[in-house]
């Protein structure tokens, strides 16, 4: 379990990052899912920086939970996007950004979870209740 944290954080980072290509560029299928979302283009080049953020935290271990949360934010957003306005299949890709959003924030729970300790406000409530 030990060695799944890093990795589960970098494939996180690697897909964060690979995104941002494709909103920092002004894609036509970001700015197309932004529009949808009444939020194009503050909202594409918003997030886009909080998940830059994210990609880099998660890659580094001392910051890695505050990556996690940002990207658990973030995937939690883009899941409910996805759920009631955008559908799981966006513009015939066959949920595969769904499936991102996943996976990242699947992830991301996962770091928090083995890491709820460090979470100041968890901690405080784990020894409250010893």
């Known amino acids: ?18 995104t941002l290509f494709f909103k920092f560029t002004g894609a036509e299928e970001s700015r197309w899912i932004f529009s949808q979302l009444g939020a194009e283009p503050a909202g594409r080049i918003g997030s886009g920086v909080i ?19 940002l990207a658990a934010g973030t995937m939690a957003g883009a899941i409910v996007s996805h759920i009631f306005i955008l559908g799981i299949s966006v513009q015939g ?3 595969f950004l769904f499936g991102l959003a996943l996976i990242v924030f699947g992830s991301s729970l996962f770091i928090l979870y083995r890491n709820r300790g460090l979470i100041p406000v968890v901690n405080k409530w784990i020894t409250s209740q010893s």
Not at 1 to 18: C, G, N, R, T, Y
Not at 51 to 69: D, Q
């Open 1 to 18: 379990m030990k060695k799944l944290e890093p990795i589960l954080a970098w494939v996180s980072a690697l897909i964060l990052f690979q």
């Open 93 to 95: 890709d066959g949920g």
């Open 51 to 69: 998940e830059l953020v994210a990609g880099i935290c998660l890659i580094i271990p001392a910051m890695r939970i505050y990556g996690a949360i």
